[in-house]
């Protein structure tokens, strides 16, 4: 079955600090992936995505992600993070019709 | 400006009784789909709705029913059947190829 594993349930960082994320998804066809932010009171919002071409995305609020395909992975990353970025962060794909399966999320929380 | 409005916020229910959860969108999407956030599980497809007057079982539809009436429109009833109803509940839409959702504030139901 198709399904999206994020590695980190929560995440404790110092603001400055460096950040990755891990996603992973198993799905063998073409996969459009996402990730989405849900900081605390507010929508889900979508962060970044990727489609096709450059394996490296910029997002909103200097995060990034990178495409492996070799390794079905979409890890989020960002260089130093602030105390504004905690929030949940949801990995996820689309890999067929108009189904996108999420990951469980992961907790981020920077302390100022 | 365009968006997705779910209502109500918070909702309260007895045991035993159907409540309907509203989402309207003005975004002129043609897809529309429920999503149950629970904590450490993400966000699990309950049903979606690719146009009007059809609309298809997600992953976990037992105990809710769907209609999609109106195009801006995607009301979810949580029926007596549901086991386990207390739970906050997401409201999306997309365009037709699905790619990149757009989601509603959400509504958080407490059967008491």
């Known amino acids: 079955a198709q399904s999206v594993s994020q590695h980190n349930h929560h995440v404790i960082l110092s603001e400055a600090a460096s950040l990755e994320l891990g996603c992973n998804y198993s799905y063998g066809g073409t996969v459009n992936l996402f990730w989405y932010v849900q900081y605390p009171g507010q929508h889900l919002q979508l962060l970044l995505k990727?489609?096709?071409?450059?394996?490296l995305v910029k997002g909103i609020k200097g995060f990034e992600a990178e495409f492996i395909k070799s390794k079905f992975s979409f890890n989020l990353r960002k260089p130093s993070v602030q105390w504004s970025d905690t929030a949940e962060y949801f990995c996820?794909?689309?890999?067929?019709?108009?189904?996108?399966?999420f990951g469980a999320g992961t907790r981020l929380f920077v302390k100022a | 400006d365009g968006g997705i409005t779910q209502s109500p916020k918070y909702l309260f229910r007895k045991e035993g009784q159907n409540v309907t959860l509203s989402c309207e969108q003005n975004l002129n999407h043609d897809a529309m789909y429920w999503y149950r956030q629970d904590p450490g599980q993400g966000l699990r497809l309950i049903y979606y709705s690719q146009i009007v007057n059809d609309f298809q079982k997600g992953d976990i539809a037992e105990g809710y029913s769907v209609s999609r009436e109106k195009k801006e429109s995607f009301p979810l009833t949580v029926t007596s059947a549901q086991k386990n109803p207390t739970a906050f509940y997401l409201c999306a839409s997309s365009p037709q190829d699905g790619v990149g959702y757009t989601f509603g504030s959400g509504t958080r139901l407490t059967v008491v």
């Open positions: 996820a794909a689309l890999t067929g019709g108009f189904k996108t399966i």
């Open positions: 990727y489609f096709s071409g450059d394996p």
